[in-house]
């Protein structure tokens, strides 16, 4: 397949669009001594950094990052070998110094155009994000469920595939400035290093999994063939499953599973109808000792208990719980979210969005509507992406375990 169902190309376009900065709209460049700032430093590293917006100081001088903030930062990047103005490249959100008042929102919104051409023609390798504006205007085109806490977002380093760079969010040494608490300190630190020693780009090429996805809309003796082969060919290896529904529940009687989705060994991903001869057989594989990987678990084994009357067999991981472990900060363990910030993936559910929500978690959502393939399309992405979580954190709480942070 050449062309994603789900990804509209018009739409990765739009996602970062570059273009012109509405200035009339904001109007802050009429109050500043350095309308849109350009970008300063030598970008020797290949780093980006994007803070809020320039303070006084910063306007007076027409240089970003060179305030109290800027020092602070400057000081902690020395502790990593890096020089803010040679090896980076410097600028802000917002790009005009806002006098007496605190940048907005909707100045941020105006001004991403700039933000985006910077990236576009800088192509910076790691992106570092000072604070809640910076993570709006970059990663708020990318997320569209919405930023929220700022802190949920700390720490990531975020392979984004659509722009193959590293995206760091981090708190504004602003923050720091006004708490002096030393864990804070140490975890700024610490997460301003990891991100600018990330050396490569997280991809050789930034892979195209929903390519990948076997859409099984043909005679389902056909598919049982392939799943048959794949079952054998992937025998003893781990598998990723995951069903659409109907609605959330299954205890209304008339509740339905629409799709089923199986990655086998991370390598290939059927997804195929719910019809009886296809249920059948996956009553069996659901009862045999391959082991069975899912996000939130207990959402598939109810419903398997509801459907098929039986359990799944050998369970060995779910991305929900294991989220939770190695990270216990609220809003960050749904698959999408550890998606986005492990695998730099994010919107392979565009097709489908509008129609997952029921009125509540008995009531039928409008999947049945949505087109066959394309369901069967976001079905496999969500097994595939669960299976390749499921080997990243099993990576990271080996890594913790063998470092005896556990
Ligand atoms: S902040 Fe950006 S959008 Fe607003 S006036 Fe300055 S350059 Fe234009």
């Known amino acids: 397949m050449t062309q994603s169902l789900l990804f509209d190309s018009s739409l990765d376009l739009c996602a970062f669009q570059a273009g012109s900065p509405k200035c009339g709209t904001c109007g802050l460049w009429e109050q500043c001594c350095s309308p849109k700032m350009p970008v300063t430093g030598n970008g020797r590293k290949g780093i980006l950094v994007i803070a809020e917006a320039p303070g006084k100081e910063e306007d007076k001088k027409n240089i970003q990052l060179i305030g109290n903030s800027g020092q602070l930062l400057r000081r902690s990047l020395e502790l990593c070998d890096v020089d803010l103005d040679e090896d980076c490249w410097k600028t802000n959100a917002i790009a ?33 994000l000072l604070g809640k504006m910076a993570v709006k205007s970059v990663l708020g085109q990318e997320w569209t469920r919405g930023i929220n806490a700022m802190d949920r977002w700390v720490g990531w380093q975020i392979p984004l595939q659509r722009l193959n760079a590293w995206v760091c969010p981090i708190w504004h040494p ?9 864990v804070l300190g140490l975890l700024f630190d610490r997460y301003l290093e990891s991100a600018v020693s990330l050396q490569e780009r997280p991809w050789q090429h930034p892979p195209q999994w929903e390519s990948q ?18 079952k054998n060919e992937y025998k003893g290896k781990a598998v990723a499953f995951d069903y659409e529904t109907d609605r959330l529940k299954p205890d209304s009687s008339d509740a339905k599973i629409l799709s089923c989705a199986i990655c086998f060994g991370g390598q290939r991903t059927i997804a195929y109808p719910w019809i009886p001869e296809l249920a059948e057989w996956t009553s069996q594989f659901l009862r045999s000792d391959t082991p069975k990987i899912g996000a939130n678990i207990k959402f598939e084994e109810r419903w398997t208990q509801k459907v098929l009357g039986h359990g799944v067999k050998n369970w060995v991981w779910d991305t929900v719980q294991a989220a939770h472990i190695l990270d216990n900060r609220d809003g960050i363990t749904s698959v999408k979210f550890q998606a986005f910030v492990r695998l730099g993936l994010s919107m392979w559910d565009l097709a489908v969005e509008n129609y997952i929500a029921g009125e509540d978690s008995n009531s039928p959502n409008r999947l049945a509507s949505v087109s066959k393939r394309q369901l ?12 390749k979580l499921a080997m990243l954190q099993r990576k990271e709480l080996n890594e913790t375990h063998n470092k005896g942070c556990l």
């Open 174 to 182: 602003n923050v720091l400035l006004h708490n002096q608490h030393a």
């Open 376 to 387: 069967l399309q976001y079905n496999g992405m969500d097994a595939l992406v669960e299976y």
């Open 96 to 128: 005009c110094y806002s006098p007496g008042k605190e940048a907005k929102e909707s100045h941020m919104v105006c001004c991403r155009p700039l933000v985006n051409q910077t990236i576009r023609d800088l192509q910076p390798k790691v992106i570092v």
């Open 213 to 230: 996805i076997i859409v099984e809309t043909s005679c389902w003796d056909v598919t049982l063939e392939k799943l048959e082969r794949a």
